[in-house]
């Protein structure tokens, strides 16, 4: 039997060692197990110690190691040809290969906006290219399922390294509450219900107990936490700035440019504060780097900027970041309930 050691990391959010590991444990595959912690420091140099790309899910078999989650499932394949780890139809194989393959190097805007979080319940609205790539995701299951009519709730009747693989899809659908038609929805329901997939939900929800947190929200997800995906892209501009001793004309020229700001294209919205130390954040929004730009060359803000560095402040910091993730807590909102399924 051969020597197997899958490493991943957090089961919550590892989208890409979830596939092989469901396979292993579905055809109850023998391996051992090694998940790195996500928030720890040591992780990155302890996953490049395994992995020559940085990055999980890694298969040892003996010792050779395997990366990427495709030549994990396929080597799964080779090592065990009696299991039907792909279908064993010719043609449904060659369907269910192409998809595995699709899904491997696609649907990258999903992935990026609709980040793995299995705890997560919330609701999002898409945009256009979100929109696409989960239409063709529908597409490409309502395909197989065709192929596959009444053997099975699977891609292709059973489960194989085709629902493997395209499973992390189904908990994001699940967990941004996207709206999908009935045979998609099937779909989703079939892997909630495989018993690997509920093992795999169980040791996640385990690990958020005892794991460090950062990284992920969902678990603290208590009703009144929104993770909103902005309908477009976000910009922050973080102003840290040190007062000098009282500028008279300070107050009224901070007031001037919070509500220039306000007026301009692109503006989103701003949030501020000062400490008696005369230490102070703003952290204004915007929709593009344009915008930015466009509010720091108006004239009033450049008149603004001179007297910030020759009166107003002994230093400061400003930083441009692209907002990727935006959650909010409001202990006024009604707690909404949030069913793990
Ligand atoms: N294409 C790779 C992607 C693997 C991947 O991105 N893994 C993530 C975890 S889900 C990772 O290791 N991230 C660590 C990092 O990027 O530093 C595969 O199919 O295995």
Known sequence: MPDLELFLVDKNDTSWSLRPWLLLVHFGIPFAETSFVAADPETPARIRAV???GRVPVLRVGNRLVWESLAIVETIADLYPELSI?????????????IAAEMHV?????????????????RVELDPARRDELARFENMVEMARAD??????????????????????????????????AVTRAWIDAVYALPAFQRW??????????????ARI????????????PAGPSYAVIFES????EASDYGEVADRMEALAATMPGYQSHVSARGADGFGITVSYWDSLEHIAAFRAH??????????????????DLRVARVERHVAFDATREPRRTERR
């Open 51 to 53: 992995s020559p790309t």
């Open 86 to 98: 792909w279908p064993r139809k010719p043609g449904q194989r060659m369907h269910a290969r192409s």
């Open 106 to 122: 696609g649907f990258a805007e999903l992935r990026r906006h609709c980040t793995m979080n299995l705890a997560l319940r919330t």
């Open 148 to 181: 596959a009519r009444d053997e099975g709730p699977f891609l292709f009747g059973a489960f194989s390294a085709a629902d493997a693989m395209l499973a992390p899809v189904a908990t994001r659908i699940v967990s941004y509450g996207l709206e999908v038609g």
């Open 201 to 214: 939900e169980r040791e996640a929800a385990a690990e958020c107990e005892v794991r460090p947190v950062a």
């Open 218 to 229: 969902g678990k603290r997800f208590d009703g009144n936490v929104q993770e909103r995906v």
């Open 242 to 245: 040190q007062r000098a001793s």
């Open 299 to 316: 004239a009033d803000h450049g008149n603004a900027q001179n007297a910030g560095r020759g009166r107003y402040y002994t230093r400061y």
